[in-house]
């Protein structure tokens, strides 16, 4: 199985700065089938990035995906008030998936 | 539009059992991979299982904490995607969403349900 770690476990920001989140994985990873989600208090999570850069539809440009092999980094530019929420990795595969442990991003 | 709605949820005791319905609208669901992901109280996501499609053979995949007991199967006349859950035990214990991937990406979940809570407690 694939553990995804991420880092840092809380980020403190304030509005407008930039947020730079890390995955790392157990073993390598396709970048095909690497995503990342947002996650708001009592609602399901959102997907913003899958095969590790490709922005979902309607996702803002300030949200940018990269890396590969054990590495991956979710970049938010400038930080929106609206912004601020549990970001979760997560591989696929065809057989089975797994999800990191979150990153809070928090105000400031 | 595309749309999940889970239901189902309920408190059971430990050793119990309980099915969660999925319905679907909005596409053919035999025609995609459907998944079942769970999220503890106040903690992170946990992939649960997946069916795929009549294209990768209908077969199903599960996550160790709940090979064995539990089963993920679809209605293609109703357009619903259950979760038989057996043997429940207190870790059971979540939120349990049904989600749709992105095509071809064996699980970018694009598409969630609101979730229905499932209780395991004596």
């Known amino acids: 199985e694939v553990v995804l770690t991420q880092s840092p476990g809380t980020l403190s920001l304030s509005p407008g700065e930039r947020a730079t989140l890390s995955c790392r994985a157990s073993?390598?990873?396709?970048?095909?089938?690497l995503a990342w989600y947002q996650q708001k208090p009592g609602q399901a999570p959102r997907l913003l990035i899958y095969?590790?850069?490709r922005r979902v539809t309607g996702v803002p440009d300030r949200f940018s995906g990269s890396g590969s092999g054990t590495d991956f980094t979710l970049t938010i530019s400038r930080l929106e008030p609206e912004d601020f929420a549990v970001y979760y990795c997560?591989?696929?595969?065809?057989?089975?998936?797994?999800f990191g442990q979150g990153t809070k991003v928090e105000i400031k | 539009e595309v749309q999940l709605v889970e239901s189902g949820g309920d408190l059971v005791k430990p050793g119990g059992s309980l099915r969660l319905s999925c319905a679907t609208s909005?596409?053919?669901?035999?025609?995609?991979?459907m998944f079942w992901v769970r999220q503890a109280p106040g903690k992170g996501l946990e992939w649960v299982g997946h069916?795929?499609?009549?294209?990768?053979?209908?077969?199903?995949d599960y996550a160790a904490p709940v090979e064995g007991r539990f089963t993920i199967s679809r209605n293609d006349s109703t357009n619903t995607l259950y979760l038989q859950m057996t043997s429940l035990k207190t870790e059971d214990t979540a939120v349990y969403y049904c989600?749709?991937?992105?095509?071809?990406?064996?699980?970018?979940?694009?598409?969630w349900g609101p979730g229905t809570m499932v209780t395991v407690s004596s």
């Open positions: 989600c749709r991937d992105v095509p071809l990406t064996f699980g970018a979940l694009h598409i």
């Open positions: 073993q390598s990873v396709s970048s095909s089938f």
């Open positions: 997560q591989q696929c595969g065809r057989s089975s998936s797994t």
């Open positions: 069916l795929k499609n009549h294209f990768d053979g209908e077969t199903t």
């Open positions: 095969g590790a850069s």
């Open positions: 909005g596409f053919t669901l035999r025609d995609v991979w």
